[in-house]
């Protein structure tokens, strides 16, 4: 009995190690004031070009790769995590103000979205983790999780412009 008791509590300790690791991993840091910059300014730049948001990816993550020579997968993980944060940032910042924009059903439907969203997005990431086993599975989940945020905070700002328009 107390042997299985042993047992259990390894195996318990063992899972909540595991998950504070997938947090960890899920977690992003405070965004530097240097990389919001860049991105705004990214973003400013493709919007009066007529560009698309979206070709500000990478902005701050390849930059810093190259910067760091993080070839190593750690580097690159921290480096998507980095331009996570500015991107998760300014998503939160527009979400924020799209709901306050909003009323009602539609106050009510974007926040069902979001919670959706983010439940796809951590499972879409997760897969690509799953199928990218060994040595670049991580960076790939790193980046997966950078690009699915920046589409959804370019989405964001898409609709709070037209909700603000109308």
Do not use: H
Request: glycine share 10%.
């Amino acid at each position: 009995m107390l042997k299985g008791l042993a047992i259990a509590g390894a195996i318990a300790l063992l899972g909540s190690t595991m998950g504070a690791a997938a947090a960890a991993e899920n977690s992003v840091p405070e965004p530097a004031a240097t990389d919001i910059t860049a991105i705004r300014q990214c973003m400013s730049s493709a919007t009066q070009g007529g560009g698309a948001v979206e070709t500000c990816i990478g902005v701050v993550a390849d930059k810093c790769a190259e910067a760091s020579g993080a070839s190593a997968k750690l580097g690159t993980v921290e480096c998507s995590r980095r331009e996570r944060a500015v991107w998760d940032k300014i998503l939160g910042d527009d979400y924020e103000n799209l709901r306050k924009t909003l009323s009602g059903d539609a106050s009510t439907e974007l926040r069902d979205a979001q919670r959706i969203w983010i439940d796809w997005r951590d499972a879409k990431c997760k897969f690509e983790d799953t199928i990218r086993t060994g040595p670049s599975g991580k960076p790939a989940t790193g980046r997966c999780l950078l690009e699915e945020t920046a589409r959804r905070a370019a989405e964001v700002r898409s609709d709070l412009k037209l909700a603000k328009a109308g």
